[in-house]
T-cell receptor
Framework: AQSVTQLDSQVPVFEEAPVELRCNYS??????LFWYVQYPNQGLQLLLK??????LVKGINGFEAEFNKSQTSFHLRKPSVHISDTAEYFC???????????FGKGTTLSVSS | GAVVSQHPSRVICKSGTSVKIECRSL??????MFWYRQFPKQSLMLMAT?????????EQGVEKDKFLINHASLTLSTLTVTSAHPEDSSFYIC????????????FGPGTRLTVT
């Protein structure tokens, strides 16, 4: 079975500071990896995904993530955050050929001025 | 492209009544749709997977007689919460995947259900 661990439940940062949201996964088979963002009372929006190829993937809103197979990690980064980045961020995995997304518990990113 | 809508966005119903939530893929045909439940400050829990024209596959612990799922067309899936109780109050989110690309899901905006 697959599982996803988001190591930080809350990450407070100041505007224009860099941020890293950590995600580790466990799986005995190859997986695809995703980061989603959720604004209050809204659905999920895909930030970026790793399917194959380059381990550094770039997404929307200036976010990027790096897939590290040996560390089974897929950390999300942004070099300079904005107030508007305040939201809940979810890491998710799905096995290749599977249909069920497994989500982490989420990380609340709070950006203040 | 790949837009998913949900209706209603918010619904309040009395205990014991049933409520239907619709999930539509607006610009693509979705052979597979998914229903999730999200409790406050928590992650999404998959409730069931529905394939057009066949019975939904429910996750362990989800009561299929309470949460009725119908996927009658390639663009519409419905979730009916029957005999709702206050503990059914939650945020329900659907998603849909493109044919042949099951790993990539597009999420609806969610429905906030409050049972009084």
């Amino acid at each position: 079975a697959q599982s996803v661990t988001q190591l930080d439940s809350q990450v407070p940062v100041f505007e224009e500071a860099p941020v890293e949201l950590r995600c580790n996964y466990s799986s005995s088979v190859s997986v695809y990896l995703f980061w989603y963002v959720q604004y209050p009372n809204q659905g999920l929006q895909l930030l970026l995904k790793y399917l194959s190829g380059s381990t550094l993937v770039k997404g929307i809103n200036g976010f990027e993530a790096e897939f590290n197979k040996s560390q089974t990690s897929f950390h999300l980064r942004k070099p300079s955050v904005h107030i508007s980045d305040t939201a809940e961020y979810f890491c998710a995995v799905i096995t290749r050929g599977g249909t069920a997304l497994i989500f982490g518990k989420g990380t609340t990113l709070s950006v203040s001025s | 492209g790949a837009v998913v809508s949900q209706h209603p966005s918010r619904v309040i119903c009395k205990s014991g009544t049933s409520v239907k939530i619709e999930c539509r893929s607006l610009d693509f045909q979705a052979t597979t749709m998914f229903w999730y439940r999200q409790f406050p400050k928590q992650s999404l829990m998959l409730m069931a997977t529905s394939n057009e024209g066949s019975k939904a596959t429910y996750e362990q612990g989800v009561e299929k007689d309470k949460f009725l799922i119908n996927h009658a067309s390639l663009t519409l899936s419905t979730l009916t919460v029957t005999s709702a109780h206050p503990e059914d109050s939650s945020f329900y989110i659907c998603s849909a995947s493109l044919p042949g690309i099951s790993y990539e899901q597009y999420f609806g905006p969610g429905t906030r259900l409050t049972v009084t």
